[in-house]
């Protein structure tokens, strides 16, 4: 097996795995999609961190108003009648205004940490270092425990504009963040060695060899989507790999 070694920039990401015969079409998509899955987790752990210190997202209307705007208006957050944590809420109010402040309670708020701090081990950048390689399948495990955390705190589920919930139902609106600019399309995707572009119809072994002990390096770019789709100015992820 090829040892992949991911990284963004200097900054190690991940481990992978893959028989050097294996299509460049099929690693190129797997490092995107292992790569963008792990950012998914990430963005929900910083998402549910806020949810047990805060309680769940206020409607869209009533984000930013202070307590006397949000009287005068009128507002009301029905959600928030709804999506009760279990065991009941502890008021601790956001100061950026953005969560109701109906926090859960310690018990339910300790589940919520635990699984976050699990899901990100798993993600972790700390795997490289411990010589572990990541799969889909690991990032998508901690997918689910984020998940089941969240519907043990709140059996009611959460409401349809909170960014948890839409990250879990693939419906997240990244455009115009800097999260969105991490993510990479996989069908723009595009692999490099040593300033040679790796082309998806060919295999890894056509390039590296066929020691399947081999290990080499792989960089991640983002590039704008309205380069030339040549050398170091793809349109898409530029993976650069060298031997170690």
Not at 100 to 106: D, H, I, K, L, V
Not at 169 to 195: C, M, P
């Amino acid at each position: 097996m090829v040892l992949l070694h991911v990284k963004r920039g200097d900054e190690s990401q991940f481990l992978l795995q893959t028989p050097g015969s294996t299509k460049l079409e099929e690693i190129t998509v797997r490092v995107a999609r292992v790569y963008n899955a792990r950012l998914k987790v990430q963005r929900i752990c910083s998402e549910m961190e806020e949810l047990a210190e805060h309680g769940i997202f206020l409607p869209p209307n009533m984000q930013g108003l202070t307590d006397d705007q949000i009287e005068e208006l009128k507002l009301r957050d029905e959600w928030g009648e709804k999506c009760v944590p279990s065991g009941g809420s502890v008021f601790k109010k956001d100061d950026i205004g953005r969560r109701n402040g109906q926090a859960p309670n310690e018990k339910m708020k300790q589940i919520l940490k635990k699984t976050i701090e699990e899901a990100k081990a798993i993600i972790s950048k700390k795997q490289v270092e411990a010589g572990v390689c990541v799969t889909i399948e690991m990032v998508e495990a901690a997918l689910d425990q984020l998940r089941g955390a969240v519907m043990i705190v709140y059996p009611m589920g959460l409401p349809p504009y909170d960014p948890i919930r839409k990250e879990f139902e693939n419906k997240e609106d990244l455009s115009g963040t800097q999260a969105g600019l991490n993510v990479i399309r996989e069908s723009e995707a595009q692999l490099w060695w040593v300033a040679k572009e790796l082309r998806r119809t060919k295999t890894l072994s056509d390039y590296v060899g066929k020691n399947e002990k081999t290990k080499i390096i792989v960089k991640i770019q983002q590039v704008p989507s309205s380069s030339p789709r040549r050398g170091g100015q793809d349109s898409a992820l530029e993976l650069y790999t060298e031997a170690l």
